[in-house]
């Protein structure tokens, strides 16, 4: 028998205690899996959206942390940003968390203006877009629809007025996915902010460069104050909503690192506690130290890279769960990468190491004299 | 221009500025302390919208509404109008208060066809038969000359100052409010209103906060626990710090000023 072998066969011989320790490491890797991948889901699922748009920059007030930045004047606005050189497109977006109906929960409303370049990346399933920019005629995403148990036809109440719903389509993000799409016009009437958006859109022509984006950015920051022009990437990484998630998923990353590191430290102290005897034996025979440590410190990592394994997949469940809660459908998204999951089956390890690294020590540097004695 | 703290702050002054520092050992005067919670609640125009439900002692929920708060608030003049958005019972009724020169608190209600339905109401009159009252929105007892201190307090584990306002000018409907103010953020953690036999009469108190974009803190949920045991929740769902008050806004003030509980000409 290896090393190896004979570190399994100890774990094997108290399958209660090793079960439990995978356990608790497997529930605190599972808690930093689904918050990260959720935490990256809801930023690449803003991504997406403002990339399936085809929006090179968006134009906000600087000081917008929140979930949509705050409604502002657009007129003046958009017309000084059509001026500037390669701007194709300056597009307005009013968007809110309304709720459509008495008991429905509260899903995005977002105002498109009529015609513009943002309705073109909806893939549609059911009926039409709207037929003009101020009847009261909506479309609804895929998963809205499904959440409100609408189709083409029907009428939804939004902000105290009655809506038909003219279409229902499909999108590359989420976010638009569980979404009400009305034009702009609309938008801002039943939300009472006349010539009001949260961001204008800013679609290039195909010459535009680096270096233009940055002048773009330069220009609006020096001569439109109290406005900002970002990527829709650095936008999605202002947003406060992703930063505390982020920040969730780190602090629990931290918290659930700490705890498994006492859990195999625990479980290996005791482990070792209860074997003095028979690592005495073992350094009584001829054992070297080294080896010793190397047994306690496999069995520690072995550990915790079994309930690495498991609170990943446990991980996966639980977020792949809750994109299918009805109070989250279309709203959140869990975004696993293969590297991330690499990472954290390597943060198992470390966990192992550290955890079993001083019950080693200690067992290595019994005298076997005195572990023989041991009742 | 200055900030809208007052946004939501229309709901009680419960809207928040910035802070000036005070700790345990250097808390401002009440009269301080009153003054800025006024000057805080100052905006050039605000809407914030609100959903609003209410469970009565019986543990019955009545259905809940939601309104539009639209609010203009300086030296010169605190006006607000409350429109009723659903459901469809509501949807076309309106009321627009004001604070007159003399300090009263005068109250239209009015509907679609104005000044056809117009109606000047009591200032104590509930919004929608809710436990809303026109006359707490506008928070007239920062105005009052009295402030008193009433200490350090704790309110759901928030440290908070004590301010009782009292008046016996003129006839108020509450002559006596106690608000346990937070000296950085000047949100209101709670506010008790008495009568003249000191008889609790409602209690608001802050449940959750938001950051506006201005940096101030507002309420964005606050509970009303009236004497009868009936609890009214408020959730203010949306809003606009830099609401453009129109003409039209406020027109109902402007019409001719009917004896109470007589319709307008």
């Given at each position: 028998m290896n090393l190896f072998g004979f570190a399994l066969g100890n774990l094997y011989r108290r399958p209660a205690r090793s079960s439990l320790?995978?356990?608790?490491?497997?529930?605190?890797?599972?808690?930093?899996?689904?918050?990260?991948?959720?935490?990256?889901?809801?930023?690449?699922?803003?991504?997406?959206?403002?990339?399936?748009r085809g929006t090179d920059l968006i134009v906000t007030r600087i000081a917008s942390e929140n979930a949509m930045p705050s409604p502002f004047l657009a007129d003046k606005l958009q017309a000084t940003l059509k001026g500037y050189p390669h701007v194709q497109e300056v597009v307005g977006l009013l968007s809110e968390m309304l709720s459509v109906g008495d008991n429905a929960p509260p899903v995005f409303v977002f105002g498109w203006e009529y015609r513009s370049y943002l309705w073109q990346h909806l893939r549609l399933i059911d009926g039409h877009l709207p037929a003009n920019d101020t009847d009261?005629?909506?479309?609804?995403?895929?998963?809205?629809?499904?959440?409100?148990?609408?189709?083409?036809?029907?009428?939804?109440?939004?902000?105290?007025?009655?809506?038909?719903?003219?279409?229902?389509?499909?999108?590359?993000?989420?976010?638009?996915?569980?979404?009400?799409?009305?034009?702009?016009?609309?938008?801002?009437?039943?939300?009472?902010?006349?010539?009001?958006?949260?961001?204008?859109?800013?679609?290039?022509?195909?010459?535009?460069?680096?270096?233009?984006?940055?002048?773009?950015?330069?220009?609006?920051?020096?001569?439109?104050?109290?406005?900002?022009?970002?990527?829709?990437?650095?936008?999605?990484?202002?947003?406060?909503v992703v930063r505390i998630s982020k920040a969730m998923s780190n602090a629990t990353t931290l918290i659930a690192s700490l705890v498994g590191a006492l859990v195999v430290f625990n479980t290996m102290l005791m482990s070792i506690n209860e074997r003095t005897r028979e690592i005495g034996l073992l350094l009584a025979l001829g054992w070297q130290r080294q080896t010793i440590v190397k047994l306690i410190v496999s069995e520690s990592v072995v550990l915790s890279l079994a309930g690495g394994?498991?609170?990943?997949?446990?991980?996966?469940?639980i977020?792949?769960?809750?994109?299918?809660?009805?109070?989250?459908?279309?709203?959140?998204?869990?975004?696993?990468?293969?590297?991330?999951?690499?990472?954290?089956?390597?943060?198992?390890?470390?966990?192992?190491?550290?955890?079993?690294?001083?019950?080693?020590?200690?067992?290595a540097r019994m005298l076997p004299s005195q572990a023989l004695r041991q009742e | 221009m200055r900030f809208i703290a007052s946004a939501v702050l229309a709901l009680l002054a419960t809207l928040a500025g910035q802070s000036y520092g005070a700790d345990g050992s250097d808390l401002p005067s009440p009269a301080a302390l009153a003054e800025t919670m006024m000057l805080a609640r100052y905006?050039?125009?605000?809407?914030?919208?609100?959903?609003?439900?209410?469970?009565?002692?019986?543990?019955?929920?009545?259905?809940?509404?939601?309104?539009?708060?639209?609010?203009?608030?300086?030296?010169?003049?605190?006006?607000?109008?409350?429109?009723?958005?659903?459901?469809?019972?509501?949807?076309?009724?309106?009321?627009?208060?004001e604070r007159t020169a003399d300090g009263r608190i005068r109250v239209i209600e009015y509907g679609a066809r104005l000044p056809a339905d117009l109606l000047e109401i009591e200032p104590t009159t509930r919004v929608f038969d809710s436990a809303l009252v026109v006359w707490d929105m506008l928070a007239p007892w920062w105005h009052w000359p009295k402030q008193i201190s009433g200490g350090v307090d704790h309110v759901d584990g928030r440290?908070?100052?004590?301010?009782?306002?009292?008046?016996?000018?003129?006839?108020?409907?509450?002559?006596?409010?106690?608000?346990?103010?937070?000296a950085k953020t000047r949100l209101p953690w709670r506010t008790q209103l008495f009568d003249r036999q000191h008889i609790l009469l409602r209690t608001i108190s802050t449940r959750r906060t938001m950051r506006m974009e201005s940096g101030a803190v507002a309420v964005r949920r606050l509970t009303i626990a009236?004497?009868?045991?009936?609890?009214?929740?408020?959730?203010?769902?949306?809003g606009d710090e830099h609401y453009a008050i129109s003409a039209a806004t406020f027109a109902a003030l402007d019409y001719a000023h009917p004896a109470a509980g007589q319709a307008a000409p």
């Open positions: 320790t995978i356990a608790a490491i497997s529930l605190g890797v599972a808690s930093i899996v689904a918050l990260t991948s959720i935490a990256w889901g809801f930023e690449a699922s803003w991504q997406r959206a403002n990339d399936a009261a005629d909506i479309v609804l995403g895929s998963l809205a629809a499904e959440l409100l148990h609408k189709k083409v036809g029907d009428s939804v109440e939004i902000e105290g007025r009655q809506f038909l719903i003219r279409g229902i389509f499909d999108s590359p993000a989420v976010v638009e996915n569980g979404a009400v799409v009305m034009t702009l016009t609309l938008a801002q009437q039943i939300t009472d902010k006349p010539g009001k958006v949260n961001i204008l859109n800013i679609k290039l022509d195909d010459h535009a460069s680096d270096s233009v984006i940055d002048d773009f950015k330069t220009r609006v920051r020096e001569t439109l104050p109290g406005y900002l022009a970002i990527t829709s990437g650095e936008l999605v990484r202002k947003n406060a394994l498991a609170g990943i997949l446990i991980g996966i469940a977020a792949g769960g809750l994109e299918h809660v009805e109070l989250m459908r279309g709203k959140i998204e869990a975004v696993f990468s293969m590297p991330f999951l690499i990472a954290i089956l390597g943060l198992s390890v470390v966990l192992g190491v550290a955890g079993g690294l001083y019950p080693a020590l200690k067992a | 905006s050039a125009g605000f809407e914030a919208r609100m959903r609003i439900s209410s469970v009565g002692p019986d543990g019955k929920q009545s259905t809940p509404f939601k309104v539009a708060v639209v609010g203009q608030i300086d030296s010169q003049r605190e006006r607000l109008a409350i429109s009723g958005i659903s459901p469809p019972s509501i949807r076309d009724h309106s009321y627009a208060a440290d908070c100052q004590n301010i009782r306002s009292v008046t016996n000018a003129g006839t108020p409907p509450i002559p006596e409010v106690v608000s346990c103010v937070d009236d004497a009868d045991r009936t609890v009214t929740d408020v959730d203010v769902y949306s």
